[in-house]
């Protein structure tokens, strides 16, 4: 076969079994020959070997940085016309300094991401033809992948909770969060892929400053693992909507924990509205439904305890998830939200993602509860 027939070589650096399908599958179906390899050191390994002239790289991967792989391969001589596609990644940083050590651009997250690499790709090398679509994945492909990463952010977890400044369990509880998000992202599922970003994002931030790492986080990063694992156990895809503008209510006399809140709600894409009182409360929930309630338990003229009991009775808010914001979080007060109605807490000072986070996980929750009723 001549030089001119062969078909153009692929690397591909991804380390998500399902991603990696189906990015290859689109590319392969294009006219392209793909290598696929899961690390930095394979990726150099194939690189040398396999002469590709085109190239994707996830942003986040075990072994060395992405942006170190990027780097060395640009300091070879003839390397500098060979596209080295970012994969997106919810962490913009990961991507600018993929992008700083030489690559050539970042894509999107697309509602059909690996058609759309495959189509960009065909364009760059002049591929002939319109390029083939590759089919979905089927629930049966990729929901066991999303449950295995669940049980290896799980097990990261324990690793954690055993040593906090562990930091390969730190490095493995992102790459598994990430492949999560990526994988919710190639099914369609965005309310999960919302709430799977949410904990990448935070477990980033945490890396760090470690030493932040306590048993609220742990506790929440906990409940989000065990809510994913009951969706792909126990219900069918697609169930649960996008909850972006979703209605949240802020009960909290303190201006700056409000103006916190209402922070970390707006980048979560939720639509908080403020109270500073339990009589504005009552009265916002009277004009309007919402989908979630923070409401703190030490305010003025009556006590959170006593909003709560006066939110259960108001029609339409009697199964509305109500989460409890304290400086005390006791076993008393615990047992005391539980009683009056309360779902869940979260304590002060609070981290502005895991907020986020907790508000996603009940949005969803309350959403899910409506469909059961």
Same mark, same amino acid.
């Given at each position: ?9 692929? &690397? ?23 290598? $696929? ?11 040398? !070997?396999?002469? =590709?002239?085109?190239?994707? $790289? ?7 940085? =992405?942006?170190? &792989? ?12 060979? +596209?080295?596609?970012? &994969?997106?990644?919810? $962490? ?20 059909? =991401?690996?058609? $759309? ?26 929901? +066991?992948? @999303? ?8 097990? @990261?977890? !324990?690793?954690?909770?055993?040593? +906090?400044?562990?930091? +390969? ?129 030490? &305010? ?48 002060? =000072? ?24």
């Amino acid at each position: 076969m001549s030089l001119a027939l062969q078909k153009p070589r692929f &690397l591909l650096v991804v380390e998500s079994p399902a991603i990696a399908h189906y990015h290859s599958a689109a590319l392969t179906a294009s006219g392209f020959d793909v290598v $696929v390899v899961a690390d930095g050191e394979s990726a150099l390994a194939a690189f040398a !070997h396999e002469a =590709p002239v085109i190239m994707a $790289v996830d942003p986040v991967l075990p072994g060395i940085e =992405p942006s170190e &792989l990027i780097r060395t391969i640009r300091a070879e001589n003839g390397t500098s016309g060979i +596209p080295i596609f970012i &994969l997106p990644a919810v $962490v913009a940083q990961l991507c600018e300094t993929c992008m700083q050590a030489g690559g050539t651009r970042v894509l999107q997250r697309e509602p059909h =991401p690996s058609q $759309v690499l495959a189509d960009l790709s065909r364009t760059i090398c002049r591929q002939p033809g319109s390029g083939a679509g590759v089919a979905w994945p089927t629930a049966e492909q990729w929901m +066991p992948i @999303a449950l295995k990463h669940v049980t290896e952010l799980r097990n @990261a977890q !324990h690793a954690l909770m055993r040593e +906090p400044r562990d930091r +390969p369990a730190w490095h493995a509880l992102i790459r598994y969060a990430h492949a999560l998000t990526e994988v919710f992202a190639l099914a369609g599922e965005g309310a999960l892929c919302q709430l799977s970003a949410a904990v990448e994002l935070f477990l980033h931030d945490l890396t760090r400053m470690p030493e932040q790492l306590n048993a609220s986080m742990l506790r929440t990063l906990g409940q989000t693992l065990d809510f994913f694992a009951a969706q792909l156990l126990h219900t069918s895809p697609g169930t649960l909507k996008p909850t972006a503008g979703s209605k949240v209510l802020v009960v909290e006399d303190d201006q700056g924990a409000r103006q916190l809140i209402s922070a970390a709600l707006q980048m979560a894409s939720l639509q908080p509205q403020l109270a500073d009182t339990p009589s504005l409360a009552v009265k916002a929930l009277a004009e309007s439904k919402f989908d979630l309630i923070f409401l703190d338990i030490g &305010l003025p003229e009556i006590s959170g305890f006593d909003v709560c009991t006066k939110i259960r009775s108001t029609p339409g808010h009697d199964g509305v998830p109500i989460l409890f914001l304290t400086g005390m979080t006791t076993i008393q007060n615990r047992a005391q939200s539980k009683l009056l109605g309360g779902n869940d807490f979260i304590g002060k =000072p609070f981290n502005v993602l895991e907020l986020g986070i907790k508000a996603l996980l009940w949005v969803s929750k309350g959403r899910l509860a409506e469909l059961a009723a």
